[in-house]
DNA sequence: ATTAAATACTACCTTGTTGTAGTATTTTAC
DNA sequence: GTAAAATACTACAACAAGGTAGTATTTAAT
């Protein structure tokens, strides 16, 4: 149970850059809509094209784009990118061997909670959250 | 959504001293039950006990033994004492202000899960995780 | 070709968290 | 009273995460 000041903001860029999955963004028009700071998102950009979530057109009228269709991308891949896979799975106790057979005291207490977590990152896409955003308005 | 290594610590800390709750723990015992680096075990016990979770006995035959019942402490006050109370429950995105009426465009497919957490955490003491103990046995 | 506007790469600075060290203080067995 | 065994306090070291800077590279409009 953790998630990093970078992946939150992978998720505004991400969830912002949903809204219209086929339009190009710049990293400075991205930098003014979502409070990311300019450099540390042009390098988060880059990170994320590196895994494939979107891709960059360089040159002078580039930006970025989605490189799939934003329904295959959940807010679990993203975390698992950025922050390292099992990264949400990890033991409560920050005990590294902690399975079902082996539990820490406090394992099944967190297990469903865990779960719930996991659940709700696995199945909620960045299309889940576009509909999100145009129901708001 | 957060819980830093130091709250994972208290938790293996009071967690274990809740195995027998009116017993008296010197630090050099919980370091070798529990793996917490020493010292920085006893500056957390220290913590604890201002917090008024346990109390500190000093002199020759002094420890720590809980200050109050153990069903009375729940996992959230430890968290919150430790990470700062609100620690979990904010904003997904990292937004500051990210309340119902101004919400963020992942508020409401977090919301129901960060609840979860916040009710689990809330309603389990220190006692259902000693009960858990037993039951492992 | 030149230039503007974008991304890419590498190195470094800053900040917060985790962990360590040294020394002081308290208490009790002897 | 003295020594042993515990906690208390303060400062600092080490590490990781977050953030910045400078420069190089790519591309297309002109």
Redesign the pocket.
């Known amino acids: 149970m953790n998630l990093?000041?970078?992946?939150k903001?992978a998720f505004r860029i991400l969830g912002h850059m949903a809204k219209d999955e086929h339009a190009l963004?710049?990293?400075?028009?991205?930098h003014k809509d979502i409070y990311?700071?300019?450099?540390?998102l042009?390098?988060l950009?880059?990170d994320l094209?590196?895994h494939g979530f979107i891709k960059?057109?360089?040159?002078?009228?580039?930006?970025?784009t989605f490189a799939c269709d934003t329904s295959t991308i959940t807010l679990l891949q993203i975390v698992e990118a950025i922050d390292g896979q099992g990264s949400i799975n990890e033991c409560i106790l920050g005990y590294d061997i902690c399975v079902f057979n082996h539990s820490c005291p406090m394992h099944d207490v967190w297990e469903e909670t865990k779960l719930k977590i996991i659940e709700t990152l696995s199945k909620t896409s960045l299309k889940d959250i576009h509909y999100k955003i145009l129901e708001d308005l």
């Not at 963004?25 to 991205?30: D, G, R």
């Not at 960059?56 to 970025?64: C, K």
């Open positions: 990093s000041k970078t992946s903001y963004y710049s990293a400075q028009q991205l990311v700071p300019e450099r540390y042009r390098r950009l880059t094209s590196k960059s057109i360089q040159g002078r009228h580039g930006g970025f």
